[in-house]
């Protein structure tokens, strides 16, 4: 009897509802590739963008009028059931995680994937909840404070929605890399955005852009804000970093550019190279071992529930992430 794999396809963009449960053969992975059992996938906001086919310039990456590549999924975790041929990184029963990138197709139970993807080797004491996770938030995170801000010890940062995904892991990541940390969050979430170690401001009570501070970067994970407001709180020199594309932050890139002063920054991470990527997971797993970094988790549903897990993030008030399993 034939084997198969249960994923959800997405074939025309829209609200969680078009998401759909199918059952696809399970192929013999070609040389070069592994087959991967998932443990656990992530449901980010960006996978619920994609769904709905937003924002409308993803739409050459993601497909026009429908989604090119019909799966859903980005983030997972899982063990390695079977290689391909010269396949030298991996061998059966190896616990992986990594991102399917613009493959998609990892809220399933199993996906097969390049060797040389974006995939690295799981701790085995990491549950795979939190791995499944670390090539949103953390990786995401990562690269913008890192490799876009150029964050040194000692540099001051403010972290806008540090309750969500990307936030939680950016306050976690600048503490760990010697930086003092003020997140900005509501009065809900603001005790345990301060345990993961930052000075909170609550933004229901004042605005962040009229705080006496002078940050070196404002990390706006939401878009939430603009560079003219962080100019404000910036120092000489300081930058804006924004992981959500609009034309007002395209603008703003380039004006800043162009007269000087403070810069906004864009970055669209998943999109870099796998080598630069898998070299970012090392590094997250060099602070996750040294105990100062532990994704926040949120909700969990069974991997049947996907519709309901994508409802729940399109509420935009999940604190850090939701995985199915
Ligand atoms: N460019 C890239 O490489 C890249 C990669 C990954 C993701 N992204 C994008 O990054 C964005 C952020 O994703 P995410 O998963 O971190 O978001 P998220 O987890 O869905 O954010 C939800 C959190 O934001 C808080 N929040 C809502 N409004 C706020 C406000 N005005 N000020 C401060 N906090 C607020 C909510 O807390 P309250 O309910 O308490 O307010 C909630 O905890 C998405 O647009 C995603 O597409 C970009």
Not at 45 to 50: C, F, H, L, Q, Y
Not at 64 to 71: A, E, N, S, V
Not at 133 to 141: A, E, H, K, Q
Not at 238 to 267: D, E, H, K, N, T
Request: charged share 20%; proline share 5%; glycine share 12%.
């Amino acid at each position: 009897m034939e084997q198969t794999r249960t994923a959800w396809q997405v074939v025309r963009y829209g609200t969680p509802e078009v998401l759909t449960r199918v059952s696809l053969p399970i192929e013999a992975p070609k040389p070069g590739e592994v087959r991967i059992r998932i443990h656990a996938s992530g449901v980010s906001r960006a996978d619920g963008m994609m769904r709905a086919g937003e924002p409308l310039w993803a739409r050459p990456f993601l497909g026009f009028g429908k989604p090119r590549h019909d799966l859903t999924g980005t983030g997972f975790s899982g063990v390695v059931e079977a290689t391909g041929d010269g396949v030298t990184r991996f061998q059966t029963g190896d616990a992986v995680f990594g991102e399917a990138g613009l493959n998609f197709g990892a809220n399933a139970s199993h996906i097969t994937l390049a060797e040389d993807g974006v995939l690295v080797k799981k701790p085995e004491t990491m549950p795979h909840e939190e791995a499944a996770v670390m090539c949103d938030g953390p990786m995401t995170s990562l690269n913008f404070l890192r490799s876009i801000g150029g964050l040194k010890g000692g540099d001051k940062v403010l972290i806008l929605g540090a309750s969500g995904a990307l936030g939680s892991a950016a306050v976690q990541i600048a503490r760990a890399m010697g930086a003092e940390v003020t997140g900005v969050t509501s009065g809900r979430n603001a005790e345990w955005v301060a345990e993961l170690g930052a000075t909170v401001v609550d933004y229901e009570g004042q605005a962040y852009s009229r705080l006496e501070a002078r940050f070196d970067l404002v990390f706006d994970t939401l878009g939430v804000s603009s560079l003219g407001e962080a100019r404000r709180v910036l120092a000489p020199g300081g930058r804006y970093l924004c992981p959500v594309l609009s034309l007002s932050l395209l603008g703003a890139m380039l004006r800043s550019r162009i007269f000087g002063g403070p810069r906004a920054y864009f970055s669209a991470t998943g999109l870099l190279p796998a080598r630069a990527l898998r070299g970012m997971l090392a590094d997250l797993l060099e602070i996750w071992a040294a105990g100062k970094l532990t994704p926040v988790m949120d909700r969990s549903y069974p991997l049947a529930d996907l519709v309901e897990a994508h409802r729940y993030v399109a509420t935009g008030r999940k604190r850090g992430n939701v995985v199915v399993t």
